[in-house]
């Protein structure tokens, strides 16, 4: 039963065009979101969050949006650039049990020059 | 410079064979995960630990075993290893005041059980 879904495994844009990675959700008690960053080889990193007390959330380049209605959030990157090429991870929390945080399968960037 | 560092990156090993993969973290945090990544399954939690002798199951606990005895330290033991552990595993680290939002990742521990 997998609570977080990227329905997506890649995606390919162009360079200088915007990015979007979606990811649903099933469980409304998660109350906290985040994007996360991995390149081959290497750990995923830490991209961005999102409270569920708002609906967007934004850092330079990457903005997250949250639709609790619709248990759906998205990761917006514009400008596209070719270092953002990664597999991005989706994952959620439920803050009263703060071990736990549910990932999704991942979408594939590839943003091309 | 602050790291969680997994040894050994990759592992082959036999069915049955007891083997212990290592983490480590030098930030002094309190939370400690493990995770393993699986083709189109994504990052699934295997245990966490939120501090020194405090451990629990995360989604696919079976088959591994966990200890928390230091808080730098928190090793992944496969008691007897079989071929569908096959995986990509990671160790995770982060402080109770940031959560999960400030995780940081080791680089990984590709294992083949054959």
């Known amino acids: 039963d997998q609570q977080v879904k990227q329905n997506s495994p890649s995606l390919s844009v162009q360079e200088g065009r915007i990015s979007i990675l979606n990811c649903d959700y099933t469980?409304?008690?998660?109350?906290?979101f985040l994007w996360y960053k991995k390149y081959p080889a290497e750990g995923p990193t830490f991209l961005i969050s999102?409270?569920?007390?708002?609906d967007k959330n934004e850092d330079g380049r990457f903005t997250v949006f949250l639709n609790k209605s619709a248990k759906h959030l998205s990761l917006h990157i514009v400008p596209s650039q070719p270092g953002d090429s990664a597999v991005y991870f989706c994952?959620?929390?439920?803050?009263?049990?703060?071990?736990?945080?549910?990932f999704g399968q991942g979408t594939t960037l590839q943003v091309k020059p | 410079e602050a790291q969680v560092t997994q040894n050994p990156r990759y592992l082959i090993t036999v069915t049955g064979k007891k083997l212990t993969v290592t983490c480590s973290q030098n930030?002094?945090?309190?939370?400690m995960s493990w995770y393993r990544q699986d083709p189109g399954l994504g990052l699934r939690q295997i245990y966490y630990?939120?501090?020194?002798?405090?451990?629990d199951k995360g989604d696919v606990p079976e088959g591994y075993k966990v200890s928390r005895k230091e808080k730098r330290n928190f090793p992944l033991i496969l008691e007897s290893p079989s071929p569908n552990q096959t995986s990509l595993y990671f160790c995770?680290?982060?402080?109770?005041?940031?959560?999960?939002?400030?995780?940081?990742f080791g680089q990984g521990t590709r294992l083949t059980v054959v």
């Open positions: 469980n409304s008690m998660f109350d906290y």
């Open positions: 994952a959620a929390s439920d803050a009263g049990n703060t071990g736990k945080l549910i």
């Open positions: 995770a680290s982060s402080s109770s005041t940031g959560g999960w939002t400030e995780a940081f």
């Open positions: 630990s939120m501090n020194v002798e405090v451990t």
């Open positions: 999102i409270s569920s007390i708002k």
């Open positions: 930030m002094n945090h309190e939370y």
